[in-house]
């Protein structure tokens, strides 16, 4: 369900999006402005996942068990065979 958002631009924004959506053959400015904000929305996720794997690496380091070396050699025969397969 779509629903409606007015938005106001200066008369030198709407010349820009008037612009883009000609050049970018966009149909018209509200396909333009989903574009920017699904845009925003994937940056935005970036960002979060960006943070969420720096708190994860600031944690305390653990020391590599023989457990944690075989599951890794384990991981890496089931991709080599899954690029030769």
Wanted: hydrophobic residues 40%; without cysteine; charged residues 30%.
């Amino acid at each position: 369900m779509s629903t409606t958002m007015n938005i106001s631009l200066p008369e030198t924004l709407k010349d820009f999006v008037r612009d883009r959506v000609r050049e970018a053959d966009f149909s018209n400015p509200s396909d333009y402005v989903r574009h920017l904000i699904r845009e925003d929305q994937k940056r935005a996720a970036q960002e979060k996942l960006d943070a969420l794997l720096l708190q994860g690496l600031s944690g305390a380091p653990t020391a590599l068990t023989a457990t944690d070396l075989d599951a890794l050699r384990a991981e890496a025969r089931r991709r080599l065979a899954g690029r030769q397969g």
